[in-house]
């Protein structure tokens, strides 16, 4: 008799590969998904919609060498710096691609089974998860063109030949969604003849066609053998692209979103504190797919936040920020939203459309672009051009407003992370942002590629040196943000599946209340977003006149509720219930 797991495995298969010739059954299908993760029909299934998370949970992103110190391996002086400087502020990492590699700085994989020997080995991955929950990336949509796999198809031999999506130049493709401008197809020699293969991002980046479920098992015995080595958080990059049919989009198809699902069973069930995480940088509707229900990722990237916070900032209008909070779903419990500003690629555009006016993307454009940022560009649908992200440094990228330069760029910069650590979710810190870090133009001008601006590497005691001074930028936007996340973790009510609502506070001022799950603590989260003085009537936002309220960032507290504050230029203020300590 088949046990719920199996048969939920075998009805998911059905609906992957159904329709599809000459696959095998998704019977035995199923038994060799269980055998390679070490899954048999006696396997406890995990609790349901059980929040594996909660206020204490922030996460850094970063390179594995991005600081790096002479006679030593990279992923260990990564494990130094952490323990040094952000032990007790942050509880996950994710370290970027750690493979062997050859293009996109990590994201065109030679051999998943293996660390990238300048980086380190499988110990020094094993001593960072020792101590952090430990973020990885199942790079699922393409693999290098120069891997073992792709030479293995282009010779027409096992294990590779039937992995890599093919299609022909006759086939109807123009209704392809890429984030690429280049050619979507390459011509490559085989002993079948001249095939062209699909590749979404690069001709360095080679699509996988997982129409051949030999491609899944592939990355079920991947996913087993990270799980092994400490990985507890996948963040499946790329994901919306994973399954093609010509003759549509090619993104977000349901075979996709049943893949995913499938992997979370797998998963769940072998390690049941493992998350999955979606990387799907899309217009937002389309992300919001990704938590299925409460089935499918753990966790969404959120990322219409960094296209809408730098904006409000940089316009001093919280209008379109406010609108979309209050469209943005509770996520149910077993699900959580991944909250970031920064990451290693730039700000994508593509979440803004539909939220901006293209008017106000052009400005926002052309002063981003004042700031130093680059742009990249896709290719929509018809073949347009259109831009997919502006590649900066956040620190830059906040140092003035749609008019120009300002002097109100660290306010700015502290300002909208006080918003992320706020917001319902998990907040995720890229590293360089911790650190205050600038464009850095030159790595642009070394590698050619526009995101090099936003990934910067220190060395270890250049950066301790300048961490030491505490007149210096970098050691105050270090100190600052440090202790917005002290106080982050001690409360309740930024738990990430906390209430949330936001307020009506006019244009110049953002906010939103949280609550906690026991009903027992309110803060109200509001942020001056424009560089003049804002005036704040207690009295407006109905603080309860029983309870005892206090600033947690400034440490003011309140006796009436009708009391006036002053607020800052990009001043933030948590205000919280509570008695005095």
């Known amino acids: 008799m088949q046990t719920g797991l199996r048969q939920r495995l075998i009805h998911q298969l059905d609906l992957i590969y159904g329709d599809i010739s000459g696959v095998d059954s998704s019977d035995a299908l199923a038994t060799r998904l269980l055998a390679l993760m070490g899954l048999d029909d006696q396997t406890p299934s995990p609790e349901p919609h059980c929040n594996l998370w909660d206020q204490r949970d922030v996460a850094v992103i970063t390179y594995g060498d991005t600081v790096v110190r002479s006679g030593q391996r990279p992923l260990q002086t990564l494990c130094q710096f952490l323990d040094e400087r952000l032990q007790g502020l942050v509880s996950c990492v994710h370290v970027l691609p750690f493979f062997p590699w050859t293009s996109d700085d990590g994201f065109a994989v030679l051999d998943y089974s293996s660390v990238n020997e300048a980086l380190g080995t499988w110990d020094d991955i094993e001593q960072i998860a020792a101590h952090y929950r430990l973020m990885g990336d199942l790079v699922i949509n393409h693999c290098s063109s120069r891997s073992p796999w792709f030479e293995n198809f282009k010779a027409g031999i096992d294990p590779g030949r039937g992995y890599f999506m093919t299609a022909s130049p006759e086939d109807a493709l123009d209704d392809v969604v890429r984030p690429r401008t280049s050619p979507l197809l390459m011509p490559v020699e085989t002993p079948l003849g001249l095939q062209h293969v699909w590749c979404t991002f690069s001709h360095d980046q080679v699509d996988f066609d997982f129409r051949n479920p030999v491609v899944l098992e592939e990355f079920v015995k991947i996913m087993r053998l990270h799980l092994d080595k400490g990985v507890r958080v996948f963040r499946l990059d790329a994901v919306a692209f994973l399954w093609k049919q010509v003759g549509t989009p090619c993104i977000n198809l349901p075979q996709t979103h049943e893949v995913i699902r499938l992997l979370r069973t797998l998963v769940e069930h072998a ?51 406010s609108q979309w909070l209050m469209t943005m779903p509770p996520a149910q419990n077993g699900t959580t939203y991944f909250n970031f500003i920064a990451s290693h690629d730039g700000i994508g555009m593509r979440p803004a459309e539909g939220l901006l006016a293209d008017d106000e993307i052009d400005g926002f454009l052309n002063a981003l672009q004042r700031f130093g940022g680059l742009l990249s ?135 939103f209340w949280r609550q906690s799950m026991d009903r027992r603590q309110s803060i109200f989260c509001i942020f001056n977003i424009s560089s003049v003085d804002r005036p704040l009537n207690l009295g407006d936002i109905n603080l309860v006149l029983t309870d005892q309220w206090h600033d947690l960032i400034g440490g003011q507290w309140f006796d009436q509720g009708n009391e006036a504050l002053v607020l800052r230029p990009y001043q933030a203020v948590w205000i919280s219930n509570g008695e005095p300590s």
């Open 377 to 511: 560009w896709r290719a929509d649908a018809g073949g347009r051009k259109k831009v997919y992200e502006v590649n900066i440094a956040l620190f830059d990228a906040l140092q003035g407003n749609l008019e120009g330069f300002d002097d109100h760029g660290l306010e700015r910069f502290i300002c909208a992370h006080a918003v992320m650590l706020a917001l319902e979710g998990i907040p995720a810190f890229y590293v360089h942002s911790l650190l205050g870090t600038r464009n850095d133009h030159r790595r642009v001008e070394h590698t050619g590629h526009n995101r090099s601006i936003n990934r910067s590497q220190w060395h270890y005691d250049e950066l301790a040196a300048l961490l030491s001074n505490t007149a210096g930028h970098h050691r105050q936007v270090l100190d600052r943000l440090s202790q917005l996340i002290r106080i982050r973790r001690d409360q309740p009510a930024f738990h990430p599946n906390a209430t949330q609502f936001t307020l009506q506070m006019g244009e110049g001022l953002f906010g």
């Open 271 to 321: 390690q049941p504190d493992c998350l999955i995480i979606t990387e799907t940088n899309i217009p937002n509707r389309e992300n919001l797919t990704y938590f299925g229900n409460a089935n499918e990722a753990h966790a969404i990237y959120n990322f219409s936040l960094p296209p809408l916070l730098v904006y409000t900032l940089l316009s001093g209008n919280s209008r379109y920020l």
